[in-house]
């Protein structure tokens, strides 16, 4: 990136800090206000089991932006068939498909990028891969052979690799 554009992406983004109506959330030890309304809300709506959320705003290294929040119910979370959610688990459970998600989401679009990595494969294989996390949902094709993580899915397969974190 040069000079200039660098410039222009701080400016913008100084820009934006400046436009925001309210000060951002302060994200620190201890500071649990994402919990704090969470819990308000599962309150104000009698939802006595409580309930999880995940949420992110992303900016990815190819520019595009995400911004994504889930909220699901205990209750609902434990009377779900677990054992339907193991392939859309499994998909993420191979090196090669993680890396190519990795991929995927940094600009490598096309299958023709993807196999001139090293270490990922033959084409066969790859097209294995690509196919695997396409049914599942973690990819979708645009045409002419590209792919992408669809925008529903950015944020929560970042979640996923937080949560895989040690």
Known sequence: MDLEQ????????????????RPAP?????????LETLKEQLSQAGVVDG?????????????????????AFVEDLLDDDWPEAADVFAALGHPVRLRLLRE????????????????IGTTG??????????????LHTTGRGR?????????????ALAAARP
């Open 51 to 71: 309930g999880v959320l995940f949420t992110g705003a992303v900016r990815l290294p190819t520019e595009e932006q995400y911004s994504w929040q889930q909220t």
């Open 26 to 34: 302060r994200v620190g030890d201890g500071d649990f206000w994402a």
């Open 6 to 21: 660098r410039v222009a992406d701080l400016e913008r983004r100084f820009a934006a800090l400046e436009a925001a109506d």
């Open 147 to 159: 792919y992408e993580v669809p925008p529903g899915r950015v944020v929560p397969l970042l979640v």
């Open 104 to 119: 995927v989401i940094g600009g490598r679009r096309t299958a023709a990028e993807l196999a001139e990595l090293e270490q």
């Open 125 to 138: 294989q790859i097209y294995h891969h690509l196919r695997q996390l396409t049914a599942v949902g973690w």
